[in-house]
């Protein structure tokens, strides 16, 4: 693998109104971000990541049956078959974050990983739930309703240009996931979220550059941009970003345009910076059980 891999990030608004039919909702937004990894593509990107359940609206403004007809079995729906022909076609890595549905009516929000050649590598389920509303008018991120905490752990997926780790938006609060995912071997881990300013902005440049440091790799940090109707509960404020074990800002996004970000990894910083600071020699794991078992 070459030290340096070119990362792609993808943020774009939602161009449908909530009220309509999930199917328009997914048909535009599949059609909207299948010509963006494109983009992407003849960018330079190797890595794709899309933004968090990417083929719609953030549905979970609201507490509605409606929405769980959006969920695809992975990897056997027709969103992550159609993104792995893509992948193949481009020869690109393609991290992608949709509702998916186990069973008869199991839902979790997840992102499927796909290889560039196409094939199938595995997939990550969110961990940490929320459920916290947002203003007075009853909409918030009332996401105990549609997903499960996910089951499968914190897997690192060996793509062909780099080790990726996957973890989903209010994941990025935990600190404990994201040192599994470095003790896993992860040299860049990719966080698509769905976050609105009044809220959660003042920790958007803080949580996960420390997540960085703390572990020695890369991190990509996706967010939607703009307002999503009918709920309108805050703007969804971009500046998706990649940065590096230092902490420093490779790349980022506007705060209010559909984009592709695009920002280079390079693999002999994530040994320099493991070299100086060595977190993962001096850690104490033998110390930290009783973490497990306190209760808030």
């Known amino acids: 693998m070459a030290d340096n891999v070119k990362i792609g990030l993808i943020q774009a608004s939602n161009d449908v109104d909530g009220n309509q039919p999930v199917e328009v909702h997914k048909q535009q937004a599949i059609e909207k971000h299948m010509k963006l990894v494109r983009e992407a593509k003849e960018k330079g990107a190797q890595i794709i990541c899309l933004q968090e359940i990417f083929y719609g609206p953030y549905f979970c403004s609201e507490q ?151 572990n020695g790799y890369y991190l990509g940090a996706i967010n939607r941009v703009g307002t999503e109707g009918p709920w309108n509960m805050g703007e969804f404020y971009g500046q998706s970003y990649l940065v590096d074990p230092r902490g420093n800002f490779v790349a980022m996004g506007s705060r209010d345009r559909d984009e592709v970000i695009i920002g280079e990894m390079n693999k002999k910083m994530i040994r320099e910076v493991r070299d100086t600071w060595q977190f993962y020699r001096d850690r104490r794991p033998e110390t930290y059980q009783e973490m497990s078992e306190l209760l808030p």
């Open 64 to 214: 509605n049956t409606k929405w769980y007809d959006a969920a695809e079995e992975i990897p056997n729906g027709p969103t992550t078959k159609l993104f792995q022909e893509l992948a193949k076609e481009l020869s690109v890595v393609i991290v992608l974050p949709i509702y998916e549905r186990e069973g008869i009516a199991t839902y979790y929000n997840t992102a499927a990983v796909i290889d560039a050649d196409g094939s199938y590598l595995g997939k990550y389920r969110k961990q940490h739930i929320p459920h916290v509303g947002v203003g007075d008018d009853g909409y918030g991120f009332w996401e105990k309703f549609y997903f499960k905490p996910g089951n499968l752990g914190y897997p690192v997926f060996d793509t062909a240009f780099a080790k990726v780790g996957v973890y989903i938006c209010y994941d990025r609060h935990f600190p404990e996931g994201a040192r599994i995912l470095g003790l896993k071997g992860a040299e860049i881990v990719l966080n698509p979220s769905a976050t609105v300013a009044g809220l959660s902005e003042y920790l958007w440049k803080l949580e996960q550059p420390a997540h960085a440091v703390a």
